[in-house]
């Protein structure tokens, strides 16, 4: 069992930054952020083997966030740069129990946090 604690969401102008933070009681293999806003679908962001630090994001946020992780701290972050109206959601840590290349398919993370709301105003 892991649990997977989020923060540094928060209301910020377009064009700004936040950093968020997942504190994990323990670092799976792989690691995810997704971000759901109202009425939408939940949608992958970016994703990371801890392993191997391979990375994968959706093209949206290609060249504005950042996914990483310290493995010491136990703690994955997603840097978030340039921030647009459209990045606004609640955002969401996620992990997989396996080792495998990172995925934005949620059907392969088995372990969510509570969620961070990003809120970006134009």
């Known amino acids: 069992q892991v649990q997977l604690a989020e923060s540094g969401g928060g209301s910020v102008q377009a064009g700004g930054s936040l950093r968020l933070s997942c504190v994990a009681s323990?670092?799976?293999?792989?690691m995810a952020w997704f971000r759901q806003a109202p009425g939408k679908e939940r949608e992958g962001v970016a994703a990371i083997n801890t392993g191997d630090s391979a990375t994968i994001y959706v093209d949206s946020v290609k060249g504005r966030f950042t996914i990483s992780r310290h493995m010491g701290e136990n703690t994955l972050y997603l840097q978030m740069n340039n921030l647009k109206a459209e990045d606004t959601a609640m955002y969401y840590c996620?992990?997989?129990?396996?080792?495998?290349?990172?995925?934005?398919?949620?059907?392969?993370?088995?372990?969510w946090g509570q969620g961070t709301q990003v809120t970006v105003s134009s």
């Open positions: 996620a992990a997989a129990g396996y080792g495998m290349p990172p995925t934005l398919n949620h059907n392969a993370y088995r372990y």
């Open positions: 323990a670092i799976p293999r792989n």
